[in-house]
């Protein structure tokens, strides 16, 4: 069952997309996730896929010509990092309120500056209130079998949202690593042909999509923005059931790891995650109840279930791989104590900013997390809850 | 992770360590294994220091890092000894593995009293009977698999002629010599 392979992240998105083939591809290269539309260009060369590309003068116009094509009726798809991304800004929110669902491959990279072209989560966490679904991977498998799952939930009837598909740039971008993909047929199958309600270029239903929208609608619209997201969590855990039936790999909002009777956790997102597993089961050997929390799902984000998995927990520590400056938390932190406040969770939590601008994290690092997490157990208030984790002093 | 194997390729830029860790990770993965292979990226050109690192195992990996103490390390360049740390963190029941012509003393002196096996390989030497040309990775590449035992030298070689013929698809001339090669280097990684 499935093809054994070894494959890059990149290489992974850019096969995934191969087996898609969207109508559509509009890109412009930028480092980390160059190679996707390079690769991706080869297999419209190739004649591989029949898809569209363009091959735009920047990301504002790769996403403007994703924008125009769904908004025509066909499937597009794009890749991007940090400052692309920051360039797309503008129309990453037009894509999301015209309700197109767009996909998108997003290799994270600090946003300058000053310039740097590593990893961080700084590029996804600024387009965080956009109105995209964003799913993170570990591995350059989840980046894969995200993308493969990415239009099926986009594209639903209840949903119609942009997605992208985050994944940690060089670290699994540019890593080769095992993966087992799915065969073409099988791909074709399961993301099945776009038919979208209402398309521009139906010539029995004439439509203006994007028109001036004033007090007397726009804060209805971004309401159903929302209530779209909230329906988005039953149709990706659908659709991510319908894929582990067809894969056996089990995608869930997030992946609890080793949580049955863990006292001390880590939350955390992308690569970092995995580097916390091979920790967990060391402390475990140990007998140490340690265990972590992989965000998979983080819009739309599952306030009361991650509030649900952590009531148990003594004390947890919330990674970000990207500094709000707020002086106050990172995202994902703000996220996880806001939702276990509002469930009532009482847990005390701190927040640790880490792997700002491709700063390697090691176990060493993250057992130093949970070795922390020994005396933040039993505190009502914690001093110092906004921390830094690989800072030099 | 017992059976886990960790490997840090030191090279020049240009001198093909990174291709050199990939290949490796590729005749691994050929083998059944489990493998990580990636570049530390920086601000790479021509001549300068560059790592690369390789993770080989039974099981699944899940670490994403860099690695720290590696259980075997590849010296591409022996100039190389004077400026980067190579041997920090290196396992003393591991071994370093160093492109040179110098004498077993000297390599020793210059590796910071490190404890654990030295071996050398004239892999200028190797490159230039084989190809006619200097690429120090190839010779490298099968001195690492050689001393790590990774897998067996027929096993190895059998896998690198596909490789080869895919890597070389455009030219297929020098897969002959590069096989050579490979053969050559087995040979003539030496303990010091």
């Given at each position: 069952m499935g093809i054994r392979e070894r494959l890059s992240g990149n290489e992974a998105a850019a096969i995934a997309m191969k087996q898609i083939n969207p109508d559509v591809v509009a890109a412009f290269p930028i480092t980390p996730s160059t190679e996707i539309p390079q690769y991706f260009s080869t297999f419209v060369s190739n004649g591989q896929v029949d898809t569209e590309f363009v091959a735009v003068e920047s990301e504002h116009s790769a996403m403007s010509a994703c924008i125009g094509a769904e908004a025509a009726g066909a499937r597009a798809m794009t890749a991007t990092s940090a400052n692309g991304l920051s360039l797309m800004w503008e129309m990453i929110y037009i894509a999301s309120s015209l309700r197109l669902p767009i996909v998108l491959s997003l290799v994270n990279r600090a946003v300058s500056g000053p310039l740097n072209i590593h990893n961080d989560h700084s590029d996804a966490m600024g387009v965080r209130d956009a109105g995209w679904i964003m799913l993170f991977s570990e591995s350059n498998q989840e980046a894969y079998d995200n993308l493969l799952m990415a239009h099926r939930i986009a594209e639903h009837k209840d949903v119609l949202l942009p997605l992208m598909v985050c994944q940690d740039g060089f670290i699994t971008s540019h890593s080769i690593e095992n993966i087992e993909l799915l065969e073409d047929d099988k791909v074709k199958a399961f993301v099945g042909e776009y038919h979208p309600e209402h398309y521009l270029l139906n010539e029995k239903e004439p439509i203006a999509i994007g028109p001036l929208d004033l007090q007397a609608y726009l804060f209805e619209h971004k309401a159903q923005q929302g209530n779209a997201m909230k329906a988005a969590k039953k149709v990706i855990a659908e659709v991510s059931k319908e894929f582990e039936a067809l894969t056996g790999r089990k995608y869930e909002f997030f992946e609890s790891y080793?949580?049955?009777?863990?006292e001390r956790v880590i939350v955390c997102m992308n690569s970092t995650a995995g580097t916390t597993k091979a920790v967990v089961d060391e402390l475990r050997e140990k007998g140490e109840k340690v265990g972590l929390i992989k965000v998979?799902?983080?819009?739309?984000?599952p306030a009361e279930e991650i509030a649900e998995a952590l009531k148990g927990a003594k004390a947890v520590a919330v990674l970000d791989k990207s500094d709000s400056l707020n002086g106050a938390g990172g995202a994902l932190f703000e996220d996880v104590v806001s939702a276990m406040y509002t469930n009532n969770i009482h847990v005390p939590t701190v927040n640790y900013v880490y792997g700002i601008g491709g700063r390697d994290t090691t176990t060493k690092e993250i057992n130093s997390v949970y070795s922390d997490l020994n005396s933040v157990v039993g505190n009502d208030k914690v001093e110092n809850p906004y921390r830094y984790l690989g800072l030099r002093g | 992770m017992s059976n886990l194997i960790e490997i840090r390729w030191h090279g020049r830029g240009g001198q093909g360590a990174k291709t050199a860790s990939l290949l490796l990770a590729d005749a691994a993965f050929n083998t059944g294994k489990y493998i990580q292979g990636f570049p530390e990226y920086g601000p790479e050109r021509m001549g300068a220091p560059i790592t690369a690192y390789n993770r080989i195992s039974d099981t699944p990996i899940t670490v994403h890092s860099n690695i720290y103490e590696p259980d075997y390390v590849v010296v591409v360049d022996d100039t190389l000894l004077d400026c980067?740390?190579?041997?920090?963190?290196?396992?003393?029941?591991g071994a370093i593995i160093i492109n040179s012509t110098k004498d077993g003393e000297e390599l020793r002196k210059s590796?910071?009293?490190?404890?654990g096996n030295v071996y050398k390989i004239d892999a200028r030497k190797v490159s230039m009977e084989?190809?006619?040309?200097?690429?120090?990775n190839t010779p490298m590449l099968a001195a690492v698999v050689k001393v790590s035992g990774i897998m067996t030298d027929e096993a190895f070689l059998e896998d690198m002629i596909g490789s080869f013929k895919h890597k070389f698809a455009k030219k297929p001339e020098v897969i002959d010599g590069n096989m050579k090669a490979l053969e050559m280097a087995l040979k003539e990684v030496t303990k010091v």
């Open positions: 080793k949580m049955e009777d863990a998979r799902m983080f819009r739309p984000f | 980067v740390d190579v041997t920090a963190g290196l396992k003393p029941e590796l910071k009293g490190y404890t084989t190809l006619g040309k200097y690429f120090p």
